[in-house]
């Protein structure tokens, strides 16, 4: 069982930072994969990046062809969070942001592979 709560949404302008942050609760959260998902009005809920459990000798990492090169996903499991940094934002990167934990050994892309979601986080970046 892990609960997931995400924040440090905002409003920013293009070419912009921000950096999303998933606090988790439970001692089990070193086992589980991260992932990182969107969902702008109108679209489906898609995937922007996912890590590996924190079990793993070697951290892995996926990145969605869209944010590939401007964001980055990292995980503090001394302090059961997991980030995402992004950069250069774009106004398409608006969207409701969720964090998701996996028990799945590989990085998972698709919405029904994932057991535990947060409620969302707004990010809104203006032209």
């Known amino acids: 069982q892990v609960q997931l709560v995400e924040s440090g949404g905002g409003l920013v302008q293009a070419g912009g930072s921000l950096r999303l942050s998933c606090a988790a609760s439970?001692?089990?959260?070193?086992?589980?994969?991260m992932g990182w998902f969107r969902q702008a009005p109108g679209k489906e809920r898609e995937s922007v990046a996912a890590?590996?459990?924190?079990?793993?000798?070697?951290?892995?990492?996926y990145y969605a062809d869209s944010v590939k090169g401007r964001f980055t996903i990292s995980r503090d499991n001394a302090k059961n969070t997991v980030y995402l940094q992004m950069n250069s934002l774009k106004p398409e990167d608006t969207a409701v942001y969720y964090c998701?934990?996996?028990?799945?050994?590989?990085?998972?892309?698709?919405?029904?592979?994932?057991?535990?979601w947060g409620q969302g986080t707004q990010v809104t970046v203006s032209s």
């Open positions: 890590i590996s459990r924190s079990t793993s000798s070697t951290y892995y990492a």
């Open positions: 998701a934990a996996s028990g799945r050994v590989s990085l998972g892309r698709s919405v029904n592979e994932y057991d535990y």
């Open positions: 439970g001692r089990t959260f070193s086992s589980y994969a």
